[in-house]
């Protein structure tokens, strides 16, 4: 799909780094990581059923004093919490009702992508249930559990009425945010949506990738020879796109891909990743040695690394990559939307960040990967997310809509 650049008019994350996108760069540019060793009386626990587990989570520890404005209180639990949190950070909820008062209400979109949704919601309500095993009558499915349930309290917080809808695709959610607000753009739909992701952290959650193998019980190590699984966080972003308007930086492109390879597994030579990225490079209208960095999707485990480095370095040869879930985990269905936060920091800072505690970088992972930080005024940045059954997506940012070195390429 092609579409006309796509301006990024404010944008924010919330992380177990703190709230908004300074704590997310200061973090970045010191290298300090905001994982945490798992204990089974977390913040998230279920009193005396919470099992005991060896490894590393990405926890907002903010979210025990956040509470949520009587008129939307149905919808508390952990999950919206934490969207709740993430709006009000970096002034970004008064921006985004200011586009609804310029644009009108009906012509703002809101597309959030989550994973696990209200899950924990679910867990204490299981918990609670009666003699009978009936749930507490407390137990709100539609403003809590449902996928539905955060882009609605976003929709409603904001103002916008224009199409609301969730994107639930594993770890790729929050990144296919862009392209589906770029096509109602494209399509006329829409002159402006508030596109994000919120994910957080559950029991049903670490405990599934625990019976998969896939946890590591050390920071993890993306890309490192010795690396042993995925750290899993929790976060919350948001960006306001809009069709015509004047902006720092813009969405140039978006790829899309579904290889259907595994339920759990990346497909070993890339495929679908290979599709996506090319699949966002044609969008933007740009050749593969264009693009200055890539953010990876970069999970740490023992398939989906050298499969992924694998399909970079086929499409872009030795362009500088990194992975940033060491400084604050995988975040399923938010990392999309807070890894292309890293990707628009990068574009705006100069800032490229070296991935956390990799020391010896696989050789089976052909990707040029930093293990250093680097400063350098960059002009494109991808960012890539791949999902559980092969749903892939990558996303191009750039600094101009049109920037000279874009002129007169061809794809490769």
């Keep these: 799909m092609t579409f006309p650049p796509v301006a990024i008019s404010a944008y924010t994350a919330t992380t177990a780094l703190g709230p908004g996108r300074e704590a997310l760069f200061e973090a970045l540019r010191t290298r300090r990581s905001g994982l945490q060793q798992y204990e089974s009386r977390c913040d998230f626990a279920l009193d005396g059923h919470s099992p005991s587990l060896k490894t590393w989570i990405g926890e907002v520890p903010q979210l025990r004093s956040v509470t949520l404005p009587e008129q939307w209180a149905r919808y508390d639990c952990r999950n919206n919490r934490l969207a709740w949190l993430g709006l009000q950070q970096d002034q970004f909820i008064a921006k985004a009702r200011e586009a609804v008062e310029r644009y009108g209400a009906d012509r703002v979109a809101v597309i959030v992508g989550t994973s696990t949704s209200g899950i924990g919601q679910a867990e204490q309500a299981y918990g609670a249930r009666d003699a009978c095993g009936r749930l507490p009558a407390s137990f709100d499915y539609a403003a809590t559990l449902n996928n539905f349930s955060a882009p609605s309290l976003v929709a409603q917080a904001v103002g916008a009425t224009g199409p609301t809808f969730a994107i639930s695709t594993a770890c790729s959610s929050s990144a296919k945010v862009f392209a589906a607000a770029a096509r109602l753009m494209r399509a006329g739909w829409i002159d402006a949506a508030v596109v ?71 497909h070993p ?11 966002a490079l044609d969008a933007a209208g740009l050749a593969p040695h264009a693009v200055d960095y890539i953010n990876l999707h970069g999970t740490a485990t023992r398939s ?5 480095g ?88 750039g600094r101009e809509p049109v920037n000279p070195r874009r002129l007169n390429r061809t794809l490769s």
């Excluded at 590591?216 to 490192?224: E, G, L, Q, T, Y």
């Excluded at 030579?269 to 699949?279: P, V």
């Excluded at 989906?304 to 992924?308: I, K, L, V």
């Design 304 to 308: 989906n690394d050298p499969a992924e």
């Design 310 to 397: 694998r399909a970079v370095t086929d499409v872009f040869g030795a362009t500088a990559t990194s992975s940033t879930k060491g400084w604050f985990g995988h975040l399923l269905g938010a990392a999309g939307i807070v890894e292309s936060i890293v990707a628009l920091l990068a574009l705006e800072r100069g800032l490229l960040p070296g991935t956390l505690n990799t020391a010896d970088v696989d050789p089976e992972c052909p990707n040029t990967v930093l293990l250093a930080n680097e400063t350098r005024d960059i002009d494109v940045a991808l960012s890539n997310s791949f999902g559980f059954g092969g749903s892939n997506c990558s996303v191009i940012f």
């Design 269 to 279: 030579a890339g495929l679908g990743a290979r599709l996506a990225m090319r699949g």
């Design 196 to 266: 994000g992701g919120v994910d957080s952290l559950c029991l049903t959650t670490l405990c599934g990738f625990a019976s998969l193998e896939l946890l590591s019980n050390a920071p993890c190590r993306p890309f490192d020879r010795a690396r042993s699984g995925i750290s899993i966080g929790e976060g919350a972003g948001f960006a306001l796109l809009e069709a015509s308007a004047d902006a720092p930086l813009y969405l140039l492109g978006a790829g899309e891909s579904s290889d259907a390879h595994h339920m759990s597994t990346p």
